[in-house]
């Protein structure tokens, strides 16, 4: 098994996912999408965030290549889409993805259908976000999560998946993003030092979960 982690920032990773994986003896390399670099032999895609917005592939061509690579294989391979990877999935099937209402910090969203990647959440949960696009969904797309403000968080189309929240976070991630963001509180830090644990625990779940997708699907 290898697992393909589409960077579109050099700052946004895997963070905690990484950890897991190096536990669990999981392969998976980086692909620097952002300074140019193109890889497509993966068993699996985790499409990772970003500042720029899907409307801006113009000014940032690696996105197409990413909504490409999305049609291409959506059918195909499991892909996981975070934040901004959520939205290059709603935009590779055509879907509007818009500036809306900025969501930064702790945010409760519901779980209102039942999906493999997420089987063992609770139906709601606090996550961290760090957003200010949402995005329509695709056609024939189940949604998995919403949010009390901004409604499309999470949803399957074939064998994509996106979240809008960041599951990946560590409470390092956080202090680093939030020190180096003008204008972003710093009572996040100490308001995420109590919510972190059920935050990994949450992102555990997903990455066993999406193992065994990658497994299953491969008959690995």
């Not at 329509?136 to 009390?148: C, H, K, Q, V």
Request: glycine letters at 10%.
């Amino acid at each position: 098994m290898k697992i393909l982690a589409i960077k579109n920032h050099r700052a946004e990773g895997l963070g905690y996912i990484e950890e897991l994986f190096a536990q669990k003896g999981v392969e998976y390399e980086y692909v620097e999408a952002w300074n140019g670099e193109r890889k497509e032999d993966g068993d699996a895609y985790i499409i990772l965030g970003g500042p720029m917005g899907v409307y801006e592939a113009e000014k940032y061509p690696f996105l197409k290549w990413e909504m490409e690579l999305i049609r291409r294989e959506a059918e195909r391979k499991p892909i996981l889409g975070i934040c901004l990877g959520a939205q290059l999935i709603a935009g590779a099937f055509g879907k509007r993805v818009y500036p809306f209402k900025k969501e930064i910090g702790w945010f409760h969203v519901n779980r209102v259908d039942d999906d493999p990647l997420f089987g063992g959440f609770p139906e709601r949960i606090e996550v961290f976000q760090w957003h200010g696009d949402t995005f329509d969904l695709p056609d024939g797309a189940r949604l998995i999560f919403t949010g009390d403000e901004v409604r499309n968080q999470g949803f399957r189309t074939g064998e994509a998946v996106g979240i809008q929240f960041h599951l990946e976070m560590t409470l390092e991630l956080i202090e680093k993003w939030v020190k180096t963001t003008e204008g972003v509180p710093e009572s996040i830090i100490d308001e995420s030092a109590d919510k972190i644990e059920e935050h990994n625990r949450l992102c555990e779940i997903m990455v066993d979960n999406f193992i065994r997708e990658v497994e299953q699907k491969h008959n690995l």
